[in-house]
């Protein structure tokens, strides 16, 4: 006899769930009122580390059980990237609204690669936003993906198809008898090439160009090289510029780059992940002209868009080529023009991905909640505390900038014996001390300690207290290595 009340997943006793159900969120929301009051990271202990190496058991828990394991043993020690004091790498500090929406796209469920429904209409309401914010046209199309790695990898092949014709999606690359080539800076983050990777171009394919004082692409040794590789019969096909690069937060030449790849008829892409929302900001907008003639841009909502992990997004100047590369026909997928299955094309039509959860939901949210203008504010904001970071860094001779400060991230270090050991040291040191967690990169050799203003949480606060700590710190890792020393010179 089949029992349906046993066999469903929802719990039988709605009243005592929905009482546990709003813990949670109070839980949560405790959680971002007070960050402050935390470290920005913590460690874990191996027998903190012990907890997760259980064996599966088949008996079922209280739900308010695995919530306090929740809160005990995984909420305290995550990266730490909501917290203020939080400037490694480039991530975004997310927002209680992001949150709120991210819990009504879990409790809607949708499948967003297809099919006749408002989430759908709401991803396009979006791509519209988009596009009018990068001045793109009608025809354009795009897609929210995980973010700008992936983003990164779809340009690649749609220029690829577009390069080569869609025979090349049956008959695949040898057959082609073309070796594709492609370029972008030495500055350019590693998901590019990967992207040529992943797309079976291969790495090698990928022209790593020399930058110049400001780390933005040397437009003359492009030239160069396309020309060097049309010459040896290769065929140059992509170009990856960068708005806002990893190590420096630095932008490529746009309208330079455009014009040449208009010239050679080479695809023109922006890897924006963080820096294309500068768009957003009045007094950053300008900066990022020659953006709107690129074939592609790739970005994320995650960074300094302050929208909770994952929303990353691919705009496409001709959207055909999109579909011409992704759209492929099967029988369970057909379209109607009424009911379910109508909408055609659909999400699945655009990227290698056929289901995929509802990211636009947090986004539009973000957008609607605070405004575009506010959140451009915010971006702007980022890059006034990174312009008072380099300052007090310029007014401290026991520090020194090690890079331009074009957008939100600051390169610097500490002054003194052996600095690349001590200053790698210096930002261990301040990621333990539960402080500051800036990161590390290294710049001419010289390894720098990187703060990426990113969050919107951080203030004039925070900066300060970067410096006093990498001060702090500085003298005693120094006064230690010195003893060390004088100690191994005496014995
Ligand atoms: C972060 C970043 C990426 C990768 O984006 P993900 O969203 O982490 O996949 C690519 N390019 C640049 C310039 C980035 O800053």
Redo the contacts with the bound molecule.
């Keep these: 006899m089949l029992k349906t009340s046993e066999n469903t997943l929802d719990p039988d006793d709605w009243p005592s769930f929905r009482k546990q159900g709003h813990d949670m969120l109070d839980d949560m929301f405790n959680y971002l009122e007070q960050l402050r009051e935390q470290p920005v990271w913590q460690g874990l202990s191996s027998e903190q580390r012990e907890i997760f190496q259980q064996p599966l058991s088949n008996d079922p828990s209280n739900l308010g059980e695995v919530h306090a394991t929740f809160m005990k043993t995984i909420l305290p020690y995550a990266v730490g990237n909501t917290h203020p004091g939080f400037m490694g ?2 991530h975004g500090g997310g927002t209680p609204v992001g949150m709120l929406a991210d819990m009504l796209a879990a409790g809607l469920n949708a499948n967003v690669g297809g099919r006749d429904q408002a989430p759908i209409e709401l991803e396009k309401q979006l791509l519209q936003w988009i596009k009018s914010l990068f001045s793109f046209p009608e025809t354009a199309n795009g897609l929210f993906v ?7 990898l779809i340009s690649v092949l749609i220029a690829r198809t577009a390069c080569l014709e869609k025979s090349i999606r049956k008959e695949g690359l040898v057959n082609s008898g073309l070796q594709l080539v492609a370029y972008t800076s030495e500055s ?5 090439a990967q992207a040529m990777d992943i797309a079976g171009i291969g790495s090698n394919a990928l022209r790593m160009i020399p930058i110049n004082e400001n780390y933005q692409m040397d437009v003359a040794a492009l030239a160069k090289s396309i020309g060097a590789d049309k010459k040896s019969g290769l065929t140059p096909f992509f170009i990856a510029a ?5 190590d420096v937060g630095a932008i490529d030449p746009l309208p330079a780059i455009a014009d040449l790849a208009q010239l050679e008829n080479l695809w023109f892409h922006v ?5 294309a929302l500068a768009i957003l900001a009045p007094d950053l907008a300008p900066r990022l002209q020659g953006i709107e003639r690129a074939d592609s841009i ?1 970005f ?1 909502f ?2 300094w868009g302050q929208v909770p992990y ?1 929303a ?1 997004f691919i705009l496409v100047r001709n959207g055909e080529q999109q579909l011409d590369t992704f759209s492929t026909p099967a029988a369970y997928l057909s379209r109607e023009t009424r009911g379910l299955s109508a909408g055609s094309p659909w999400p699945c039509d655009l990227g290698p991905e056929l289901s995929r959860g509802f990211r636009a939901l947090k986004t539009w949210f973000t957008i609607k909640v605070y405004g575009p203008e506010k959140l451009g504010q915010v971006i702007s904001n980022t890059c006034a505390l990174a312009q008072y970071l380099k300052q007090r860094i310029e007014l401290n001779p026991q520090l020194e900038l090690l890079a331009p400060v074009e957008l939100n991230i600051v390169c610097f270090r500490y002054r003194c014996l052996s600095p690349n050991f001590i200053n790698a040291e210096i930002v261990i040191a301040l990621q333990e001390s539960g402080i500051v967690a800036p990161s590390t990169t290294t710049l001419h050799g010289q390894l720098a300690i990187r703060a990426a203003i990113v969050n919107h949480r951080i203030t004039i606060s925070d900066i300060d207290a970067l410096i006093e700590a990498t001060l702090a710190f500085g003298e005693v890792i120094e006064n230690t290595l010195k003893s060390s020393l004088s100690q191994e010179k005496n014995e």
Excluded at 146 to 152: W, Y
Excluded at 188 to 192: D, F, L, P, Y
Excluded at 271 to 275: L, N, R, S, V
């Design positions: 790498w480039v995980t973010g700008t790695s992936m983003a990164n350019a983050h590693i998901s590019i960068t708005v806002g690069t990893v890897d924006g992940a963080y820096g790739a994320d995650h960074k994952d990353g």
